[in-house]
Every structure is written in C-alpha cells, then in structure tokens.
T-cell receptor, first 111, second 114 residues
Framework: SQQGEEDPQALSIQEGENATMNCSYKTSINNLQWYRQNSGRGLVHLILIRSNEREKHSGRLRVTLDTSKKSSSLLITASRAADTASYFCATALNRDDKIIFGKGTRLHILP | ETGVTQTPRHLVMGMTNKKSLKCEQH?????MYWYKQSAKKPLELMFVYSLEERVENNSVPSRFSPECPNSSHLFLHLHTLQPEDSALYLC?????????????FGSGTQLSVL
C-alpha cells in the first residue's frame, strides 16, 4: 500500500518550541501532501511537495522529502496554542491519482 | 471557509432509517470525494466522482449509495446502516488535470447510528 504512516502518533510540546512530525510511505509517489485537522472538523491543506523536490517552506512550516528513504517530515517552528490539531500526510501515486491518508499525528501545544 | 459545505453537521439515525448527506462545492472543481473517518483509523476513501461520473468505489457496502447530479453537488444516501458505520463523513473536492492536486474539505457530518 502507498499509505503514509505518521510518527509519532501523539506529540506534546511547550508553546514556542519546534514540532517535528514524520511520515513514511511504501511505494514511489508523484507528490506528498500535509493536511491539518482541528477536532471534529474537516482537513485543511497545508503544503504539497513533489517527488522531484527536496524541501519546501510556507510561513512557519518546513517540509522535507527523501524519496530514497520514502519519508517526509513536517517542521512547525515557534509553535503556538492554535497549532494544536492532528496532522496528516497524504500521498498520490501519480498526478491526479487518488490521495491516500495516514493515521495522523495528534499535536498538543502546552501553554 | 473552504468553499465546500456539508449538511447536516450532526446526524443521529436508527438502523432502519434512510437519510442523506449533502455536499456542495462553490469552487468550480471537477472532482468530488466522500471519505469516512473513524476513530483510530486512517481516512478511508469511499467514492470519487470526476466530471459527474463515478470513477472510484472502494468496496463500500451497498447501504451507502452516492449520487452526483452535477459537478457542484454530491450526496451520500444512507439506509439500514450498522452501528460500526458511526463516523465522521467528509466531502472534498479538487480540480483535476490542472496541476493542483490538493483537496478542499467540508467540515464533515458526524454520524451516529443507534
């Protein structure tokens, strides 16, 4: 299965610290995406990185992709209480292919 | 707001009821999706509609019946559900073949089957 798997399952850090979440997948992919979900709500797209890219930034977010290790990481710098949410990686085998999600990492930012 | 609206937000139904979930997207997208999110399980892709044609049906039981009357609307008709069908049902849309693969999700319908 191409399904991504996030690590850790849950993470608690102090406000202001950096949060790092990892995602591993099993097959070659066209792109990998990260989404965020607040409790009981829909998912919100954060960032997309293509298989020929190694790093992307968006505000306080930094995503890396290592296709040789079939892994990605999401770094949130200078965390805030509002960053408390679940974060999911999602992969697409080919462009415009169905997008498959992992189980997610629950991030809790402590005040 | 993401441009994808789902109704109702919450639904409680008995196993013999028939109900429908509704999704509407205001983004001009050409693809719409139903996902199921259960506790401690990954999001499960249920159905995909591309240009109003169903292109994906991931072995979903027949008690779930999707309908896509046009590119802006998607329904999920429910009948004789089981308690294990209780979950958050999420609708999403995207614009395929445009180099923009990201999904836009609605807020979901929290379904409880008694």
């Amino acid at each position: 299965s191409q399904q991504g798997e996030e690590d850790p399952q849950a993470l608690s850090i102090q406000e202001g610290e950096n949060a790092t979440m990892n995602c591993s997948y099993k097959t070659s992919i066209n792109n990998l995406q990260w989404y965020r979900q607040n409790s009981g709500r829909g998912l919100v797209h954060l960032i997309l990185i293509r298989s020929n890219e190694r790093e992307k930034h968006s505000g306080r977010l930094r995503v890396t992709l290592d296709t040789s290790k079939k892994s990605s990481s999401l770094l949130i710098t200078a965390s805030r209480a509002a960053d408390t949410a679940s974060y999911f990686c999602a992969t697409a085998l080919n462009r415009d292919d169905k997008i498959i999600f992992g189980k997610g990492t629950r991030l809790h930012i402590l005040p | 707001e993401t441009g994808v609206t789902q109704t109702p937000r919450h639904l409680v139904m008995g196993m013999t009821n028939k109900k429908s979930l509704k999704c509407e997207q205001h983004l001009g997208h050409n693809a719409m999706y139903w996902y199921k999110q259960s506790a401690k399980k990954p999001l499960e892709l249920m159905f995909v509609y591309s240009l109003e044609e169903r292109v994906e049906n991931n072995s979903v039981p027949s008690r779930f019946s999707p309908e896509c009357p046009n590119s802006s609307h998607l329904f999920l008709h429910l009948h004789t559900l089981q308690p294990e069908d209780s979950a958050l049902y999420l609708c999403a849309s995207s614009q395929l073949w445009a180099g923009q693969e990201k999904l836009f999700f609605g807020s979901g319908t929290q379904l409880s089957v008694l």
